[in-house]
């Protein structure tokens, strides 16, 4: 086994307290650390968290990038759902807004509050 170990994905956002409270909701994670800059949140019972830093000059990333010059997508969150629609409309009650690129029937991308793209998604049945 490796001695290292992932422990935070870190995103910039306009207000880190804000999109902390985006996924929290979400995800069904709680608060494990907070600055005035900095929020970082996980699983209750442990595991990878997420950490979210207040950048002022923070851009929103265009996907898929149609301009040279955008703001590119660097990451993306994959979160894997039991029932996508109702999903989707929940991620939409919590701030979340539909992309308008949806490249597959199993996926919806979504923007969260700060305008990064993440995936929900289903397994299909019998793959």
């Known amino acids: ?15 880190a307290h804000e999109l902390a409270g985006f996924y929290a909701r979400l995800l069904g994670y709680e608060v494990r650390a907070e600055e005035p800059d900095w929020v970082l949140i996980g699983p ?3 595991g990878t968290g997420l950490a979210f830093q207040t950048e002022p000059e923070y851009v929103p990333p265009v996907w898929p990038t149609r301009t040279p010059g955008d703001q590119q997508m660097m990451l993306h969150l994959d979160i894997q759902v039991d029932d996508l629609a ?7 009650g919590l701030g979340a807004t539909p992309h308008d690129h949806q490249p597959q029937d199993d996926v919806r991308v979504l923007l969260d509050p ?6 929900l998604w289903r397994e299909e049945q019998g793959v």
């Open 86 to 92: 109702g999903e989707v409309e929940r991620a939409v």
């Open 114 to 119: 700060s305008g990064h793209p993440f995936c």
């Open 1 to 15: 086994m490796s001695p290292t170990r992932l422990s935070t994905v870190v995103l910039d956002a306009r207000d």
């Open 44 to 46: 209750p019972d442990g």
